[in-house]
């Protein structure tokens, strides 16, 4: 299957700095991708969906303004978080989708776990 | 929009022993029903998918089956190891398109030794 990285694989700041998560496409290209947060314990809360050279369509709920995405390339795209606070902590999954036949596969990365102080 | 339920919550087996994870979805125009293995601190891994198409599809110990009418899907895990503790969730979606995937809640699976 497809492979997406994220970096960081963890990241600690301080409240009130912005932190950038990236997310890549190895060996395919993404006009779509998705990020996630996910609570302990608890499913998968889908955030935006972040589309190449466009702006990303964010969930109902989700501060736009302040999780940022940028989608500049078919395979990286980057999720800061502006003016961290404890509240943000928690653990930030992206994934995209490859074509497979006439069907679309989704695979994820391998997270990236935010903790703000 | 679409609603999946997953149960059980947690489960827990004899390593051997089979496991069975059920999943209900809401949404008839659901066509693609995927199943994620989330191990502690990873990302979620694509095990098995099924299409609409289809009503079974077997990978080695993992087997999944479809029941449009009832809408319902589950997955089978034969032979259950101690390796295949870890998190479980199924979604259901629209496999054409980019439109979001709609997750289930999660199960637990815990294989004792």
């Known amino acids: 299957g497809a492979v997406v990285s994220q970096h960081p694989s963890w990241v600690i700041c301080k409240s009130g700095t912005s932190v950038k998560i990236e997310c890549r496409s190895l060996d395919f290209q993404a006009t779509t991708m998705f990020w996630y947060r996910q609570f302990p314990k608890q499913s998968l809360m889908l955030m935006a969906t972040?589309?190449?050279?466009?702006?990303?369509?964010?969930e109902q709920g989700v501060e736009k303004d302040k999780f940022l995405i940028n989608h500049a390339s078919l395979t990286l795209s980057t999720l800061t978080v502006t003016s961290a606070h404890p509240e943000d902590s928690s653990f930030y999954i992206c994934?995209?989708?490859?074509?497979?036949?006439?069907?679309?596969?989704?695979?994820f990365g391998p997270g990236t776990r935010l903790t703000v102080t | 929009g679409e609603n999946v339920e997953q149960h059980p919550s947690t489960l827990s087996v004899q390593e051997g022993d089979s496991a069975v994870i059920k999943c209900t979805y809401s949404d008839s125009a659901s066509n693609y029903f995927p199943w994620y293995k989330q191990e502690l601190g990873k990302g979620p891994q694509l095990i098995i998918d099924?299409?609409?198409?289809?009503g079974e599809k077997k990978d080695q110990r993992i087997a999944v089956t479809l029941n449009k009418t009832a809408k319902h899907f589950s997955l089978h895990i034969t032979e259950t190891q101690p390796e295949d503790s870890a998190v479980y969730f199924c979604?259901?979606?629209?496999?054409?398109?980019?439109?979001?995937?709609?997750f289930g809640s999660g199960t637990k699976l815990n294989v004792k030794p």
């Open positions: 994934s995209a989708r490859e074509k497979t036949g006439s069907h679309l596969e989704e695979y």
């Open positions: 979604a259901a979606g629209e496999g054409y398109n980019f439109n979001k995937f709609y």
């Open positions: 099924i299409r609409s198409n289809v």
């Open positions: 972040s589309n190449e050279g466009s702006k990303a369509t964010y």
